[in-house]
C-alpha cells in the first residue's frame, strides 16, 4: 500500500512486540577490575567512551564533594591547564559530559575518527592525571553558590528536596542537599582523597560506543590500566536504613504564584519481580500524555499545563513521584485528585482498551531507548548500573506488558498505592493547614 492509499481516518491494528534483540556487547574484564563494555555499532565516524564509578553523592563525607571530584577533572592535569585542555578538545571536533547521581558519577567523552588517537589521548589524560587547581575550584564554587540560591527561590526546587528529606530523613544520604555555606568550606584536599578512594577500577565501568575498531578498543583500554586505578582497601558501599516520619509536609515561599508538588513513596529496587508490573501501572497512573492523571488535572481540571508520575531507579530501592505545578489555590485540591486516581485503580480493574493503549505505547518506547549505538550503549550502561547486567531484564519487561491482566494491575495497586503511605510535598504561598513546615 502506498501512502496516498492509506485510509487516515481509520487507526491502525497494533502488532505486538514480543522480544527485543539486544546488542550482545563485547564484555572485557581487565586485570584491574574494570569492567568495559564494547557496542561496535553506527555508521557514523564518531565514538562515546563513558567511564562510571560507584561515585555518587551517597559515599561523599562532605557535601558537594562527589560533584566536584567528577565536574572539575578535565579543569587541569599534571601536564597541561584548563585552557589547553578546552582548545584542544574544540580543535579535535571533541567533547566531554561530566555527570553524577545519588549513586554513580560518570564522564562522557565525545569524539570523531579523525582524530580519535589525539582526542583519547587528552582524555586518557583528564581521566588519570587531574589536579584539581585552586583557581578553578574557587571558580567552580562561586558559579555553584549562585547557581544554588538561584535554584533555591523555586518552588520545584524546594519541593523536590523537601520531598527526598521527608521520605528518607535530613541525615540519610538520599534525604540531604547541600546548602549555599557548603560551598565555603570544600577544599582540594576533600576532592582528591574522595577522587582517590572512590574513583576506582573495581568501581568502575567503561562503555565504548560507535565506530571503532580492535586497535582503537585496545587503545582506550591502554589508558585505563594505569596502576593509579588499583584500589587500596575496601570501600565501605551500604546504604543506611532510613525511616519515613513526615507524611504531610510544607514549605513556605513568598509572594509565589505556582505551588509545587511531590507526591511518593519508596518501591523496590528494580529487579524486584513487581517492578515490571508496577512500571505498567505507573504508566497508566501518570507515565505518559494521555494518562490518568494528566486526563483529569490538565485536561478535566484544568489546574496545571502537565502532570506525570515516575519512577526513580536507585541502586537499592527505587522511588514512585507524581510532581506538578499547580495554581497556589488549588494545591490541596490536586493531592485529592491524584489519591482519587490512586484509589481507582485499587478498586476499578483497567479496561481492555486503556490496557491495549499502554501496551502500544510502551512497547514503542522500549524500541527507541535501542535505536542507535549511544541510545543502546545508555541502555547497556543502565542494566549495569541496576541490574549488575541482567539482560533479561528487558526480555521480562516486554513479557509483562504483553501479558500482564487488569486483575494483577489491581492487586499492585492495592499493595503499592496506598496513599496513606504517600509522603506528599508541597511549596508555595498559601500555608496548608495539616502540613509540617
Known sequence: MTSHNIDRTVQPQRVAVSSIKIPTP????????????????????LARVEVIFRAGTRYQPKSLVANAAISLLSEGTTSRTSQQIAEELDFYGSFLEPSFSRDFASVTFY???????????VFADII????YPQHELELFCKKGKQSLLVDLEKVSTLS????FTALFGSNHPYGSFAIPNDYDGLTK???????????????????????????????ILKGFTNPIFEQCG???????SFNTTDYRVFSYKKDAVQAALRIGRVLPKRNHPDMPGLVVLNTILGGYF??????????????????????IPMAELSVLVVSTEVGSAFAENTVDEVFKEMLKLQSEPVSND???????????????????????????????????????????LIRTINEITPSQLLELAKKYLDVESMVVSIAGSQKIKGYKE
Request: aromatic share 12%; no cysteine; proline share 2%.
Open 189 to 219: 584536599t576533600d576532592i582528591s582523597q574522595f577522587r582517590n578512594r572512590y574513583h576506582k577500577a573495581s568501581n568502575g565501568l567503561i562503555v565504548i560506543a560507535g565506530k571503532v575498531d580492535a586497535k582503537q578498543v585496545d587503545f
Open 234 to 240: 575496601e570501600i565501605e558501599l551500604g546504604l543506611p
Open 128 to 131: 588519570t592525571n587531574p589536579t
Open 26 to 45: 563485547d564484555i572485557i574484564d581487565l586485570d584491574n577490575g574494570f569492567k568495559v563494555l564494547v557496542i561496535n555499532a553506527g555508521s557514523q565516524d
Open 160 to 163: 523536590r528536596q523537601r520531598f
Open 290 to 311: 494521555g494518562s490518568r492523571l494528566m486526563r483529569n488535572i490538565r485536561e478535566e481540571k484544568g489546574y496545571t499545563y502537565g502532570i506525570s508520575s515516575f519512577i
Open 111 to 121: 569524539t570523531i575518527g579523525k582524530h580519535f588517537y589525539r582526542s583519547l589521548d
Open 354 to 396: 486503556e490496557l491495549e493503549l499502554v501496551r502500544g505505547y510502551m512497547t514503542g518506547q522500549i524500541l527507541r531507548t535501542f535505536d542507535g549505538p549511544f541510545a543502546i550503549a545508555d541502555s547497556l550502561a543502565s542494566l549495569f548500573q541496576f541490574n549488575n547486567l541482567d539482560f533479561g531484564y528487558i526480555d521480562n
